[in-house]
């Protein structure tokens, strides 16, 4: 347990940027289920569902997907805001959100409309991935995988066939923020049938 905690930063810890990731996961996997296919973080996701909802003249799908993608952007630029103006913890202060936003969203009814719900969520996550953004000294994403998961094989690859022992680390580090996105948005669409909005 001490070498979980014994990092440089808080920030950076393992312990605390698989917690993250665990938060991410879920949190995306109960939009998109929640939500008609909406994501919270991955807009990557969104743009692409954003896209066919365009071609098949849906859109209130357009709508939800764009609202997502603006409100990720404004919660990006704010994380800019507090770290240029709080000095200290400003790194707790974009972790609020998106805990009283997820609070407030699992007391609404199913039918409260997406565009709001989901942007909301967005706008949380966004903060939370800008302020949170490294893992041990090497970046990496809490709230969508597919970086991850490349960084993943590149540093096992680098510490396989090249002897690059300085990559094991990054490697192992990857592959559990990986397991964890993966788990936990798992967990999340199990526990949906049974408590619907509640999850989150």
């Known amino acids: ?9 808080l920030a950076e810890a393992r312990f605390f940027a698989i917690a993250l990731t665990f938060c991410g ?11 008609n296919h ?4 991955a807009q990557t996701g969104n743009i692409v569902f954003l896209s066919a909802a365009l071609a098949s003249h849906n859109f209130f ?11 990720y952007i404004v919660g990006l630029a704010i994380v800019s805001i507090f770290h240029a103006h709080i000095d200290h913890y400003w790194r707790v202060f974009c972790l609020i959100p998106i805990l009283i936003i997820g609070m407030i969203v ?4 199913a039918s409260f409309p997406t565009y709001i719900s989901v942007p909301a969520l967005s706008f ?3 903060m939370q991935n800008a302020a949170f953004a490294k893992i041990e000294g ?3 994403s809490n709230v969508f995988t597919s970086g991850n998961i490349k960084k993943s094989v590149v540093a096992w690859s680098e510490y396989y066939f090249h002897h690059d022992q300085s990559q ?6 990857y592959s559990l923020i990986v397991v964890s996105f993966t788990l936990w948005a798992i967990v999340s669409a199990q526990l949906q049938p049974l408590m619907r909005m509640r999850t989150i």
Do not use: E, K, W
């Open 25 to 35: 996961g879920f949190t995306d996997a109960f939009t998109y289920i929640q939500f």
């Open 168 to 173: 094991r680390q990054a490697a192992i580090d």
């Open 1 to 9: 347990m001490h070498n979980i905690f014994d990092q440089r930063h």
């Open 106 to 109: 699992g007391g609404l009814p």
């Open 138 to 140: 090497f970046g990496y």
């Open 124 to 126: 949380g996550l966004a």
């Open 61 to 71: 799908g357009v709508f939800d997907r764009l609202a997502s993608l603006i409100a």
């Open 38 to 41: 909406t994501l919270a973080a």
